[in-house]
Nanobody
Framework: VQLVESGGNMVQPGGSLRLSCAASGFTFSTSNMAWVRQAPGKGPERVSIIKAGGDNSYYADSVKGRFTISRDNAKNMLYLQMNSLKPEDTAQYYC???????WGQGTQVTVSS
């Protein structure tokens, strides 16, 4: 299993970023997927989960209405569109299986003025 995230950056509060994750080594199209974030000194937080078919998703209350998860099963890609970013969104973001068995290496998102 290989999960490779990209798209992290430093942005000002109110800005937007789009994270991408390239998946390989397993049957992506039949796997539920998640974005997980971890800030320094804190435990992992499941930000969003999307069902295998892309027809159902879950969002943590902290990001609901601002983040959108999506996937392209033909390309084995997972995405996270993040809008109206806040300083408290600063964290390492990981593409992962919802049970946290498999993680990528992460991409850093920093929201600061």
């Amino acid at each position: 299993v290989q999960l490779v995230e990209s798209g992290g950056n430093m942005v000002q509060p109110g800005g937007s970023l789009r994270l991408s994750c390239a998946a390989s080594g397993f049957t992506f199209s039949t796997s539920n997927m998640a974005w997980v974030r971890q800030a320094p000194g804190k435990g992992p937080e499941r930000v969003s989960i999307i069902k295998a078919g892309g027809d159902n998703s879950y969002y943590a209350d902290s990001v609901k209405g601002r983040f959108t998860i999506s996937r392209d099963n033909a390309k084995n890609m997972l995405y996270l569109q993040m809008n109206s970013l806040k300083p408290e969104d600063t964290a390492q973001y990981y593409c992962a299986t919802p049970n946290l068995l498999y993680w990528g290496q992460g991409t850093q998102v920093t929201v600061s003025s």
